[in-house]
């Protein structure tokens, strides 16, 4: 057993070191977790009794409330602590956090936080399980797996297609968590962004580069389009959005470079007119919806498979 797959058996820090086998586990339960999320009643008992705590640090709409669901969906208790409102505010530090947390004795604990590292911290100094729901420019290893749900479930397999994931690279533990999983299971994966947008070594995690958005979308099954993050950018990486739109943005032009069956995913939110064009984002091969849907069931599965009691079945 690899030390990824080790710290699986309580944790879900990060995609890397996880083997084919345990993220295929993951996906095949989300199957079964994404028919509960379509039935009239979409709850479960499978985690009565256990209780789920979220803790953001950063800002999450899709990340935060699909957890939410996920834990209510399977009968958990689940408390969102808003660090605006918590201690933190009044200078907390994060340890001081995590054994107040820990006295509390919660099952599992789900984190964001902009420093890179921290869920691994929280691991150590906590007994219940820790998912990383992001941090920093590290991982955000919940989203590539629903991403490679997303894949799966529209084109039936992730072995040998080309996926192409354009944008700000650098800034995006998106990337990161999507190139590790993807070329795990045997995707061949190509990034595309500006090259102050490149984080050095890219080549490192298995994928083409590319400075130019053209040549990455080339034959693709897959069109990972990814946000400008301007939160985290400096004034010098990027000249003007427009500029990056007239260079990089994903338009019908563009993604007919693609095959003509090829798949558009965005994890959200989107820039419209930025790094998208409106009409790619609505049209039929946008699967940006799908993994708004996907992410429940995925975390879902994640939940189940960290805190449920040896045995247990997902659904009773």
């Given amino acids: ?180 999983l993807l070329r795990t299971l045997g995707a061949n994966v190509r990034f595309a962004g500006p090259r102050t947008l490149l984080p050095a070594g890219a080549e490192t995690f298995g994928a083409k580069v590319f400075d130019r958005i053209e040549p990455a979308l080339q034959d693709a099954d897959v069109v990972m389009v990814l946000r400008i993050q301007r939160e985290r950018l400096g004034s010098a990486l990027l000249p003007t959005l427009r500029e990056y739109a007239r260079a990089f943005g994903l338009n019908k032009a563009r993604l007919a470079l693609a095959r003509p069956d090829a798949i558009v995913m965005h994890p959200g939110p989107m820039n419209r007119g930025v790094e998208i064009d409106y009409d790619i984002a609505d049209f039929e091969r946008s699967m940006v919806l799908n993994q708004v849907e996907a992410g429940v069931a995925v975390r879902m599965a994640v939940l189940y498979l960290l805190g449920a009691d040896a045995g247990q079945s997902p659904v009773s």
């Fill in 1 to 180: 057993m690899n030390d990824g797959d080790r710290v699986w058996q309580q944790h879900l820090l990060g995609i890397e070191g996880m083997s084919a086998s345990n993220i295929v586990r993951v996906l095949d339960t989300s199957e079964v977790f994404y028919e509960v999320s379509r039935r009239p009643i979409r709850k479960v008992p499978t985690l009565r009794g256990k209780t789920v705590v979220t803790l953001f640090y950063e800002a999450s709409t899709r990340t935060r409330t699909s957890f939410e669901l996920a834990g209510k969906r399977l009968s958990a208790d689940t408390v969102n602590l808003s660090v605006s409102t918590s201690s933190v505010s009044k200078g907390e530090t994060l340890r001081d956090t995590v054994l107040t947390l820990q006295a509390m004795h919660p099952d599992i604990v789900i984190i964001r936080h902009a420093a890179s590292g921290a869920p691994h911290f929280v691991a150590r100094n906590i007994a219940a399980s820790v998912v990383n729901a992001g941090d920093g420019l590290h991982e955000h290893p919940t989203q590539a797996l629903l991403d490679a749900f997303t894949m799966r479930r529209a084109k039936g397999r992730i072995a040998g297609l080309n996926v192409a994931i354009c944008g700000d690279i650098a800034h995006s533990r998106v990337a990161r968590s999507n190139a590790l």
